[in-house]
């Protein structure tokens, strides 16, 4: 018969152009690229041997039967590995994990092991062809089960697909079923014309089409710097949590990207990015490192001994000058240290942490390393504990409020209280609201958590009228977030009137930091809130760096002079003086003062007698529960 050789040779240059670019390019050494690149040997082989002893039958050359009788064992053996090597990639791609998965997966090579001693023996007995003498290609008797060795380990893929369909996704499923589809097309297609040689084909355009898909190196790579991105870093570190692999990382966050950005255009920053990836590379000896996200690298270790190393030289990089063009820059950056990161939970988690590591470096424009360590991780999980709770506690309306006095130096007796959020969490105890404030402040939770705690306070007040006859005021805390929340003045308003409370019972504490930061904003809800005769207090002063300016523009009738303020006031005169100095300036303005935080009798006195109005410290009273509130105030 006269073969059409011409698909084999398409097919073999297509895979041989495929092998050239996935063995050039950066790949996950994993399952799934191990077995595609299996697959690619072996279908690249069989393709070859195809052609090779299609050749040689097609010469009917006698003198050559023997080599022609080993070229066709060789390439009947690779159409054995194929099929297997077929179900070999989709079961890690599918992940198979359980017991009975387990079991299935290691007796499946017995089929292929089978046809593999079959066609080992055919050459004595010929059940799946022979050579005749004149050098001619005879088909066996058992000549069909090749096809149906074949077409058992087709639809054993298709189960096994199917049935992990949920695993695999539904794009996954699809490549599969279109590259069964397709070869199933070309065989079917060689079934009837025999002389066309289309399986070769099919399978080439299969393995292209897994190529462009699921196993394109570079969806897995970061086009800027080469380095695998994000995706392939989720997908490693799922294996190795499921491998229960021990590994360490180390992030490296370039915190000034953005300000070179602005500083020197965004092909610096580029250039930026990519000398720290090669240097990054370099100082590694594997490939693994990856660029996470626009500023951010991490780098995977799996020894100790490397991890220390590692560390060290990027250390020694970030502390001197890069030269970048013209440019003599120092790149500094948070360096994040985990050994032992197999210890958190999953690749998620592990994400996470490492934002929240970052996210505790110093305000610094120096490069700073941060070790990850037992307490850091516990302080972490706490926090998603708290993240957790705070969801929970919102629901079932957990919070309660401790209302600290406040002592008035004129009338020598508390005026007022300031209500203080408090949450009990039931294995980790009290959580301090400077923690779950600032959590649900940064969730956008604190609204919720106002609201309630607002009503939980009116409640108190509209109960016990004693509150109205022995205090002047109950000031409540605002944090930011709420305040810029559309309508929240207008919520707060409508809160007291719905309890029928005089509006000038209330004040609201805003931060100092907020104050300066967002004034525009500001100034509407202070006006709303002077609208109905709620006076405000400006909280902390002194804890930041207020912008006076903008400070005096908003009318507050209070000022609180943050604890710091009183640091060292009894021993250091000008800690002494710079006090004391604010204490006139304010008084002179016309603001009334309350001293935050003093717990000894002699800064009391001596505040007292600066002109300081009043005083909220434990000296006086600790924030106490609301019974305790009562009976303090008889
Ligand atoms: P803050 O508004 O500055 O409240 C004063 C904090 O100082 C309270 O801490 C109080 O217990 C503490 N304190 C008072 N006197 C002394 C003292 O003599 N010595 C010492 N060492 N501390 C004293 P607390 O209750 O832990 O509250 C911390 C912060 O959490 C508050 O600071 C406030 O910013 C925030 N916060 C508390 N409750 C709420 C709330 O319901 N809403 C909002 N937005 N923030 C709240
Ligand atoms: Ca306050
Ligand atoms: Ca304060």
């Known amino acids: 018969m006269a073969y059409n050789l011409n698909f084999l040779i398409a097919a073999l240059l297509l895979l041989l152009i495929i092998w050239f670019h996935f063995i050039n390019s950066r790949r996950m050494h994993d399952y799934n690229g191990r077995t595609f690149f299996l697959f690619l040997m072996l279908g690249l082989f069989d393709i070859l041997f195809d052609f090779?002893?299609?050749?040689?039958?097609?010469?009917?050359?006698?003198?050559?039967r023997g080599m022609t009788l080993l070229l066709l064992t060789v390439f009947y053996l690779l159409q054995v590995l194929v099929p297997y090597s077929l179900f070999l990639y989709t079961?890690?791609?599918?992940?198979?994990?359980?017991?009975?998965?387990?079991?299935?997966?290691?007796?499946?090579?017995l089929p292929a092991i089978c046809m593999g001693g079959i066609v080992l023996r055919n050459t004595g007995n010929g059940v799946l062809f022979r050579i005749d003498g004149a050098g001619a290609y005879i088909r066996g008797p058992l000549y069909l089960s090749m096809y149906l060795y074949a077409i058992f380990y087709g639809v054993i893929i298709l189960i096994c697909s199917i049935c992990r369909h949920r695993k695999l996704g539904a794009v996954k499923l699809g490549i599969i079923l279109e590259f069964l589809f397709i070869l199933g097309g070309c065989v079917s297609i060689q079934a009837l014309r025999n002389d066309l040689l289309m399986t070769g084909f099919g399978l080439g355009l299969g393995i292209l089409v897994l190529y462009l898909t699921i196993n394109n190196p570079s969806d897995y790579?970061?086009?800027?710097?080469?380095?695998?991105?994000?995706?392939?870093?989720?997908?490693?570190?799922?294996?190795?949590?499921?491998?229960?692999?021990?590994?360490?990382?180390?992030?490296?966050?370039?915190?000034?990207?953005?300000?070179?950005?602005?500083?020197?255009?965004?092909?610096?920053?580029?250039?930026?990015?990519?000398?720290?990836?090669?240097?990054?590379?370099?100082?590694?000896?594997?490939?693994?490192?990856?660029?996470?996200?626009?500023?951010?690298?991490?780098?995977?270790?799996?020894?100790?001994?490397?991890?220390?190393?590692?560390?060290?030289?990027?250390?020694?990089?970030?502390?001197?000058?890069?030269?970048?063009?013209?440019?003599?820059?120092?790149?500094?950056?948070?360096?994040?240290?985990?050994?032992?990161?197999?210890?958190?939970?999953?690749?998620?988690?592990?994400?996470?942490?490492?934002?929240?590591?970052?996210?505790?470096?110093?305000?610094?424009?120096?490069?700073?390393?941060?070790?990850s360590d037992e307490n850091t991780m516990k302080s972490y999980l706490d926090r998603k504990e708290i993240e957790r709770y705070l969801g929970v506690a919102i629901e079932q309306d957990l919070f309660e409020i401790c209302y600290q006095p406040v002592y008035s130096?004129?009338?020598?007796?508390?005026?007022?209280?300031?209500?203080?959020?408090?949450?009990?969490?039931?294995?980790?105890?009290?959580?301090?609201?400077?923690?779950?404030?600032?959590?649900?402040?940064?969730?956008?939770?604190?609204?919720?958590?106002?609201?309630?705690?607002?009503?939980?306070?009116?409640?108190?007040?509209?109960?016990?009228?004693?509150?109205?006859?022995?205090?002047?005021?109950?000031?409540?805390?605002?944090?930011?977030?709420?305040?810029?929340?559309?309508?929240?003045?207008?919520?707060?308003v409508a809160t007291i009137q719905e309890f029928g409370l005089p509006y000038s019972f209330f004040q609201f504490e805003i931060t100092e930091t907020l104050a300066t930061e967002y004034s525009d904003r500001l100034y509407q809800v202070v006006e709303d809130f002077h609208a109905c005769g709620i006076e405000l207090v400006l909280d902390d002063f002194g804890s930041g760096y207020a912008n006076l300016d903008t400070v005096l523009k908003l009318s507050f009738s209070t000022i609180k002079l943050d604890r710091s303020l009183l640091n060292g006031i009894?021993?250091?005169?000008?800690?002494?003086?710079?006090?004391?100095?604010?204490?006139?300036?304010?008084?002179?303005?016309?603001?009334?003062?309350?001293?935050?935080?003093?717990?000894?009798?002699?800064?009391?006195?001596?505040?007292?007698?600066?002109?300081?109005?009043?005083?909220?410290?434990?000296?006086?009273?600790k924030p106490l529960y609301p019974e305790e509130l009562l009976l303090k105030l008889g």
């Open 52 to 64: 090779l002893t299609t050749v040689l039958i097609s010469d009917n050359r006698p003198d050559l």
């Open 91 to 109: 079961w890690f791609l599918c992940e198979q994990t359980t017991k009975w998965e387990k079991i299935f997966y290691r007796v499946s090579v």
């Open 570 to 621: 009894m021993e250091d005169e000008k800690a002494r003086m710079f006090y004391q100095s604010i204490v006139e300036m304010m008084k002179n303005m016309g603001y009334r003062l309350i001293a935050e935080g003093v717990e000894h009798k002699k800064e009391t006195e001596l505040l007292f007698s600066w002109g300081v109005d009043m005083i909220q410290g434990y000296y006086f009273s």
């Open 409 to 492: 130096a004129e009338k020598q007796c508390f005026v007022a209280v300031e209500a203080l959020s408090r949450l009990k969490h039931p294995t980790l105890g009290m959580v301090s609201p400077d923690v779950f404030i600032r959590i649900a402040e940064q969730n956008g939770q604190i609204v919720q958590i106002g609201q309630l705690q607002f009503k939980r306070v009116c409640r108190f007040v509209k109960e016990h009228p004693v509150l109205q006859k022995k205090l002047e005021s109950i000031k409540f805390n605002l944090s930011p977030a709420e305040i810029l929340r559309e309508g929240c003045s207008r919520r707060l």
């Open 221 to 371: 790579t970061d086009r800027l710097t080469g380095v695998f991105n994000m995706r392939s870093f989720t997908g490693h570190m799922r294996r190795l949590y499921e491998q229960k692999k021990n590994f360490h990382i180390i992030v490296v966050d370039l915190i000034q990207l953005r300000r070179f950005n602005m500083l020197f255009g965004s092909s610096f920053g580029d250039s930026l990015l990519k000398r720290v990836a090669k240097e990054l590379q370099t100082i590694m000896n594997t490939d693994y490192v990856f660029r996470l996200s626009g500023r951010r690298f991490a780098l995977l270790l799996s020894s100790l001994e490397e991890y220390e190393r590692v560390r060290e030289r990027i250390m020694y990089f970030f502390r001197e000058a890069l030269e970048l063009g013209d440019e003599k820059v120092r790149a500094s950056a948070v360096v994040c240290g985990m050994a032992q990161a197999q210890k958190l939970d999953d690749q998620d988690m592990l994400i996470a942490y490492i934002d929240y590591l970052v996210s505790q470096a110093p305000p610094s424009m120096e490069t700073v390393l941060l070790q």
